[in-house]
């Protein structure tokens, strides 16, 4: 840490106490909604006929973010990194404060919505930020820092997380499991998150970082890349797009799967996603030492292989203590090395046109979940959560796969952006 510049620090604790506010509420979104019926009920959308509201409102941010996305890289662009940090923190924070305040349809879906925004708005301008505020020597450890950060503190927040409802119900004679007491998370969260604006604002970006993310010489970058080797910036969206169409079939509804299959108490989801989190966290410190010896690619799809027996025995698993133990595994190997592929990403291109480069990524991570989440709820009603495991699996290992031919097999060689 001592290595680390003073606007790495501010960002880091940003991050933080961030991560902290939104995973107290995360592990409860499906579980208030199903509280508040909405897996009873459907919508007829065009097209697409009848679908379940709860599968609609797990993919309403994404299909958000990706309408978003021309604005949120010009306001990165106009505003620079620091204010589109603060922008994201408001915009989460009354996302939240949705569940909270005004859980009928309209209000709610529109609240829900808006978190999809302030997500993509942090991922453009936090890995640009940090390689700013970072040297060749230092970027590895402050790309596992943060990544191992926000994972260990997410398991933090959901440990607290999974005691709110509880105590709430306790103080406020509220039902357990009801949702109001979910509710009162969420507000809760909405508070935290409002508080990590505070490290923010001494938070000082130099002047040539604002003007080297112009939206002119971004998007010239940007368009000389996919012009003249599109490849050189395309090949880093393969991967996350096949991971996101595993992930977004199940990753959303991890906590409904223990709920429905164990019959798992709140507080004691909450403390098997914190152990998750905090041994994730953990892991992800020693990806610098997997890059010094293995390279990053490497890194990225040793983890990715190993991580996918593990998805299919925690859909197999008989017992919950089994189930969580292959949990704490499969979060640890599959989430560990991911901020080395963010940092070689951000390695290969241009100052320039990072953080579009890095909207990309992200929203190639996010493509799954237009639908994904969607055609999830649908399964589910039908077959179970079996056949979602296997599809996810199936997924994981395209992207491992992916990884390999692109940036490892021997011989093969990509021109840098």
């Not at 490849?231 to 977004?248: E, N």
Request: contains cysteine.
């Amino acid at each position: 840490m001592s290595n680390l510049s003073q606007p790495a620090r501010l960002y880091l604790l940003h991050a933080a106490i961030l991560t902290f506010g939104i995973s107290i509420s995360e592990l409860f979104f499906n579980l208030t909604l199903v509280a508040l019926g909405y897996d009873r009920q459907t919508i007829r959308l065009p097209l697409l006929g009848e679908l379940s509201i709860l599968g609609v409102l797990n993919s309403l941010p994404v299909l958000a973010a990706a309408l978003s996305t021309p604005l949120i890289w010009w306001l990165v662009s106009r505003a620079g990194m620091r204010v589109s940090l603060l922008i994201a923190t408001v915009m989460t924070a009354f996302s939240l404060l949705s569940l909270a305040l005004w859980p009928t349809p309209l209000p709610l879906m529109l609240g829900i919505a808006l978190a999809g925004p302030a997500a993509l708005l942090f991922q453009i301008s936090a890995a640009p930020l940090m390689m700013q505020a970072s040297s060749a020597q230092s970027r590895d450890l402050l790309f596992s820092l943060s990544a191992g950060i926000e994972i260990g503190v997410a398991g933090l927040g959901s440990l607290v997380g999974g005691l709110l409802p509880g105590l709430a119900a306790h103080l406020l004679d509220l039902a357990p499991q009801s949702a109001e007491a979910y509710r009162v998370t969420f507000a809760v969260a909405a508070g935290v998150v409002l508080v990590s604006a505070l490290p923010l604002l001494p938070l000082r970006v130099s002047i040539a970082t604002d003007q080297a993310t112009s939206p002119l010489s971004s998007a010239d970058e940007l368009l000389h890349s996919l012009v003249v080797t599109p490849w050189a910036t395309l090949r880093f969206l393969v991967s996350p797009l096949l991971i996101s169409c595993g992930a977004a079939l199940l990753i959303p509804y991890l906590g409904l799967y223990f709920r429905l299959r164990y019959s798992t108490p709140d507080a004691i989801l909450g403390l098997i996603l914190a152990v998750i989190g905090v041994v994730t966290g953990l892991a992800t410190l020693l990806a610098p030492r997997l890059s010094s010896r293995f390279g990053k690619p490497g890194s990225v799809v040793i983890t990715q292989i190993l991580s996918i027996p593990c998805l299919l025995l925690l859909g197999l698993a008989p017992v919950l203590w089994m189930a969580a133990a292959v949990a704490v595994v499969r979060g640890a190997l599959m989430n560990m090395a991911s901020p080395l592929y963010q940092a070689h990403a951000m390695e290969q291109t241009p100052e320039a046109a990072r953080p579009l480069v890095i909207g990309l990524i992200g929203g190639a991570y996010s493509v799954g979940y237009i639908i994904g989440p969607t055609m999830s709820a649908e399964i589910q009603r039908s077959y179970g959560f079996s056949p979602i495991f296997a599809a996810t699996a199936a997924c994981y290992c395209l992207a491992a796969l992916a990884n390999y031919l692109i940036f490892i097999r021997p011989g093969g060689r990509v021109e840098d952006i």
